[in-house]
């Protein structure tokens, strides 16, 4: 049958407006800023920067909020959302390709590349979206681009407008010493690192160069690592959004966050070295050793602990626990009457700068061994083990005729009492260890003990005790420290 001329126009007529309220559809369904003045693009036409989210609590969160945000400034916006496992209730994330959940815990049924984060990312930068935020203005994420890109930082921030928005802190991290130290910062825009919720940019090489690029809490880890690099972040005035309907709403839900937070960043501060942190105020948090756990270093070979060789010097927290059980056993020694005196590199160091040097891992007294008994607890250790009621553990050393005095049962930091006793005007002793410090010496040296600041009190010690020091240890001792076995490992040549 032939169409006529009437009947072909009509039909062309019905189809173009049918063509006209699909396209009208289609506008409607697109995001509102879509449709006005699109992000920059990449050389490749893509977008340059891949949301990234990994602080959210898989119990009670806003990720699905948060996402749909970004994707209503740009449909095609890439957003990465990174967990140790699945999330369970399972997350209504878009069924997109651009939306992906990455899952960092290996499994037996997926490559290695599936649990690296890099994997995922193929833009040239990374915004790190903390749980709660959302976008809502366009072009947010280019305006951080290009002030980074301007540079001057490593690392550019925008707060979030909740109820805990980012702020400056001065931050430095000391590897050798284990140590965080967190402080005011000089400017309120430029600094170390962010306290507080905020959108931080960077570029995708220089977060996954880190050696724990996501590791959780995300603004504890990140800002050691950068911190610990020099790099600096720059805090923007270009707020990003709170949720809607805002995560870890019920009293008991912030409650869970806040206490697996905690434990979280335990296992951070631990796993990445860190046994002490100073916060703004001075406040001090502990994450190493204490009297129910082993100290943080095992058995000592060549005079040289482990730590040594990974450039560090003790452990705060060891430190902290030789100074408590220092003081504890001069206190003792004194109420009974027992004359002793700074021995070795415990009198070096005090002779040095007053305090345990800083790479030493125990605490050496001389004692008069005719004075032992005056002592229920060297008497008792005589006999065996004994714990006394502070839960200090005294003993005889296994390696000699000498005691010793363990910080715990756990914990076996500890102070050495060397018995000495005088034969024609020379104090000598009964056990002699391979050390270069180890020898005789005449009692003038005792005759009197002086008083000397030590590990935050005041011990007695030999006097004229430089000249005791260079009889021991070779002329200029104070003067120049070395590790105690040079031959093994020397502070010239370690860092």
Known sequence: MRLTRCQAALAAAITLNLLVLFY???????????????????????PRVTVLVREFEAFDNAVPEL?????????????VVAADTLPYPPLA???????????????????????????????????????????????????????????????????????????????????REWTARYGPAPSALRCDALDGDAVVLLRARDLFNL??????????????????????????????????????????????AEREGRARRAALLRALGIRLVSGEGGRLEWFGCNKETPRCFGTVVGDTPAYLYEERWTPPCCLRALRETARYVVG???????????????????????DIIPWDYDVDLGIYLEDVGNCEQL????????????GFVWEKAVEGDFFRVQYSESNHLHV??????????????????DHRQDVEFPEHFLQPLVPLSFAGFVAQAPNNYRRFLELKFGPGVIENPEYPNPSLLSLAGSG
Do not use: I
């Open 67 to 79: 996402v749909d945000s970004f994707l209503q400034q740009d449909a095609a916006q890439p957003v």
């Open 24 to 46: 009208v559809s289609w506008l409607q369904h697109q995001p509102r800023n879509s449709r006005a003045r699109g992000p920059r693009r990449g050389a490749a036409g893509g």
């Open 379 to 390: 008497r008792g250790a005589e006999a065996g083990s004994v714990v006394d009621e502070r």
């Open 93 to 175: 994330l878009p069924r997109v390709p651009n939306v992906r959940l990455a899952l960092l815990q290996p499994a037996l049924d997926r490559p290695a590349a599936a649990s690296r984060p890099e994997t995922y990312v193929a833009t040239e930068f990374v915004a790190l979206v903390p749980d709660g935020a959302r976008a809502d203005a366009p072009g947010q994420l280019e305006r951080m681009v290009e002030v980074l890109r301007a540079g001057g930082a490593r690392l550019v921030a925008a707060p979030v407008a909740s109820a805990n928005p980012a702020r400056c802190l001065a931050l430095n991290v000391s590897l």
């Open 416 to 433: 050495d009492l060397w018995p000495f006793y005088p034969r024609n005007g020379v104090m000598t002793k009964d056990t002699w260890l």
């Open 332 to 354: 003792v020694l004194e109420a009974a009457g027992v004359r002793y005196w700074l021995e070795g590199g415990s009198l070096l160091g005090a002779a040095r700068h007053g």
């Open 211 to 256: 050696s724990a690029p996501l590791a959780r809490p995300m603004g504890t880890g990140l800002f050691l690592q950068t911190a610990l690099r020099g790099w600096a972040v720059q805090l923007l005035d270009l707020p990003f959004g709170a949720a809607r309907q805002p995560p870890l709403a019920t009293a008991h839900a912030r409650w869970k």
